[in-house]
Antibody, heavy 120, light 110 residues
Framework: QVQLQESGPGLVKPSETLSLTCAVSDFSISSSYYWGWIRQPPGKGLEWIGTIYHSGSTYYNPSLKSRVTFSLDTSKNQFSLRLSSVTAADTAMYYC?????????????WGLGTLVTVSS | QSALTQPRSVSGSPGQSVTISCTGT?????????VSWYQHHPGKAPKLMIYDVTQRPSGVPDRFSGSKSGNTASLTISGLQADDEADYYC??????????FGGGTKLTVL
């Protein structure tokens, strides 16, 4: 059963770069699925950050595109997120999820999420 | 691009039915049959409940159903149970490899 687990620093200073990794178990990230990142600021709704395919193709939320970079490591079966120039507005629970190709909006399963706080 | 519009909260008694709406535009909800719904219990991973507007993944009870009319999608939960109390989010394809989520609806089972 495919499982995803996010990891990374829980505290990032303003203006620095947030880096997270999503480790995938029991399913190859080289399969015909996309892999997505979604976040949820405290008390707010979900926001799609972007999506990556094993070919290296990436698709980003236009509102974050200038600051976000995705990558993947097929040898470790994991993919990563980097968000630069963070501010307090980037404080959120960050989730990774497997994403179906058809329709582009089917996320299943999700990781448990990791809370990232931006503060000095 | 704006988030899809959902009511902040809905409530119902055990055994009753509730419907959660999700309103977008002709560029997202109304333009594609790619709407999904997620159930989120605090502290747990969000769970896919409906995809492609009306389809249920295996393991999701048939008490959960989805529909769409124009630019508004809906999730209906019948035979409410205590465990249905959670936050629910809609999600729609918005074209050009773009995705929008709703602001979320808190379901309270009275």
């Amino acid at each position: 059963q495919v499982q995803l687990q996010e990891s990374g620093p829980g505290l990032v200073k303003p203006s620095e770069t947030l880096s997270l990794t999503c480790a995938v178990s029991d399913f190859s990230i080289s399969s015909s699925y996309y892999w997505g990142w979604i976040r949820q600021p405290p008390g707010k709704g979900l926001e799609w950050i972007g999506t990556i395919y094993h070919s290296g193709s990436t698709y980003y939320n236009p509102s974050l595109k200038s600051r976000v970079t995705f990558s993947l490591d097929t040898s470790k079966n994991q993919f990563s997120l980097r968000l630069s120039s963070v501010t307090a507005a980037d404080t959120a629970m960050y989730y990774c999820a497997r994403q179906r190709m058809t329709g582009f909006n089917w996320f299943d399963p999700w990781g448990l999420g990791t809370l990232v706080t931006v503060s000095s | 691009q704006s988030a899809l519009t959902q009511p902040r909260s809905v409530s119902g008694s055990p055994g009753q039915s509730v419907t959660i709406s999700c309103t977008g535009t002709s560029s997202d909800v109304g333009g594609y049959n790619y709407v999904s719904w997620y159930q989120h219990h605090p502290g747990k991973a969000p769970k896919l409940m409906i995809y492609d507007v009306t389809q249920r993944p295996s393991g999701v009870p048939d008490r959960f159903s989805g529909s769409k009319s124009g630019n508004t999608a809906s999730l209906t939960i019948s035979g409410l149970q205590a465990d249905d109390e959670a936050d629910y989010y809609c999600c729609s394809y918005a074209g050009s490899y773009n995705v929008l989520f709703g602001g979320g609806t808190k379901l309270t089972v009275l």
